[in-house]
């Protein structure tokens, strides 16, 4: 299948406004007569769902918890881009596409990051007008503060708590149309498949995580939000239930998976600091705008921090990019500070740690002002480490945070399936290689509020759908696949728990496909993955059965299709011989330890479609074509 993202002719800047208007439309009355489903209730979910509804059009909303509310969007801490400017810095729609694009190391499509810039100023005024209360500056106007990868200010935020405030307003925005009976929702459903029919996507099957039963569900056309798969690393920033599923089950019935290898290190974590651990803490990257990040000159320093002086510090960010210092973008600080590890300057009990320190920021700003703009993100801190980093630094690693990876999909959202729509963290369309700070939200909401309410129309105006319902052999043969599997899982009868198996897929994909990838380790790492998944259904233990609420067998499944996708990014990983962004190939790499690209070879997007069980997936290229910006090597010095 050629691969054809139907990127819209014409100057970039107008692109997005002229696909608008030669996409067809369907008439306000008949909207109604359209039935949409959506998986997912965070930011670009709970956004598309509320806008569909807004539209006209009869949407079903599924998601895993028991509120839409508690989607893993909530954990958002820092903030949202967007071109508004209004710190006359000399922020443009230009300079944030620009920025993105080099963010992401040039491997992301240029339409659909300018149409990103383009929509983030409309997101913000959305907001606004629906009440979330982003902070303010002194003469009223939105608050900026500054992320990485880039020279202005152009982050707004609530506090540490952004996401948690603009999925207030989606779900508010939601729950309006709940209450006017525009969208069913379905809290704790599972998607377990894709429906099919007749070439189209047309309806999903989900369990029901309370009763066990399994339901089927049509609709003209299926829209996922189901979120980024970092938790194939078990460790992770991720919500517990982010998972892989509901997309790999899209993959498996012929949608394509783009660049699944490309994995975001948030270089500021809290580090591990057991064995017991489920789960990893961010510290935002907003932190970066006022603490300084260290570590000591000497390796081996053993002493305390205050006890280092001035000239025994290595603020190894500051002197190695002096133009963007601490606010370097994530892969280029993660790999920095595993470097310093690597050498032995590493710090705390496990050596895997580096200095975020506010000492500077402190005694310059005083400590209410610290305590207005990151209050809550130090008091998490002090409740997990036990340590008051007002006055000891924050000890810092990185750890698996986002996935630029995620199903294909063209300039429209759509992905290989006619009528799968893809938006937010589970489509690779915006970050290339690595994605800046504050750029998910952005794009979750762009996709919800902004780009599918008007492609999808298009979608329904030019197709001509047949008649489907739960009881058309599609949805009924998709139906016993799902039910054949939950039966052979808790068959497996064995000795070890999922999450132990889970535990050890993570530590091969963190050791061999992590922050550091070589081609030998890449290849050992494929084939423990394949000896693990053997064993996974041999020796697994799921106890309970599936007539009741069993998240013991929720988690089985989708470890089991970790277990398979895990794979697939080792294959990817080793298909993409070069280092860009988040994917550092050890072999690749400039004199100065930065990822060197080949574009020559690898400009392009790689998407992989699913050949049938125990086969290899086999491999697509989408050519990147940069037409507006130069691809020059990344430089933040
Ligand atoms: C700690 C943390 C802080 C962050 N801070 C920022 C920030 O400051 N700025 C920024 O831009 N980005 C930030 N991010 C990234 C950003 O939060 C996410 O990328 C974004 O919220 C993802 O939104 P989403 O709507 O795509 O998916 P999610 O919010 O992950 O929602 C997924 C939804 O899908 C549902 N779902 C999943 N699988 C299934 C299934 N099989 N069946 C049914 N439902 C399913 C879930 O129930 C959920 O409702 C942060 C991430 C983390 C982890």
Redesign the pocket.
Known sequence: MQLDAKIPGGPLAQKWDRHRFELKLVNPANKRKYDIIV?????????ASASLAELGYNVKT????DS?R????????????AAKNYTNEGDSIWRLFYDTVKGGDFRAREANVYRLAQISNNIIDQCVAQGVPFARDYGGLLANRS?GGAQVSR?F?ARGQ??QQL?LGAYSALMRQVALGKVQMFPR????DLVVANGQARG?V?RNLITGQIETHAAHAVVL????Y?NVFFL????M???I??SF?AYKRGAYFANPCFTQI?PTCIPVHGTYQSKL??M???LRNDGRVWVPEKPGDTRAPQQIPEDERDYYLESKYPSFGNLVPRDVASRNAKEQCDMGKGVGETKLAVYLDFADAINRDGREAIERKYGNLFQMYEKITGEDPYGTPMMIYPAV??TMGGLWVDYNLMSTIDGLFV????NFSDHGAN?L????????LA??YFVIPYTIGGYIARTSFSSVTPDTVAFKDTAREASDRIEKLLSINGKRTVDDFHRQLGQIMWDYCGMARNNQGLEKARGMIQELRTEFWQNATVPGDDKDFNQSLERAG?VADFMEFAELMVIDALARQESCGGHFNEAYQTEENEARRDDENFCHVAAWSHSGPDKDPEFHKEPLIFENVELTQRSYK
């Open positions: 998986v997912g209730t965070g930011l670009a979910g709970g956004a599924f998601c895993i918890q839409p508690r989607a893993h969007s909530i954990a958002a801490q820092g903030g949202i881009n992320f982050t935020y952004t996401g999925l459903r599972e998607m377990l999903i989900v939000c189901t979120g980024g970092g992770s920033t991720n919500a239930a982010s998972n599923s509901a089950k948030h803490t961010l935002s990257e907003s945070h986002y938006l937010g963290e589970a994605r700070g504050a750029s998910a939200l952005m794009q979750g996709d919800g989708r």
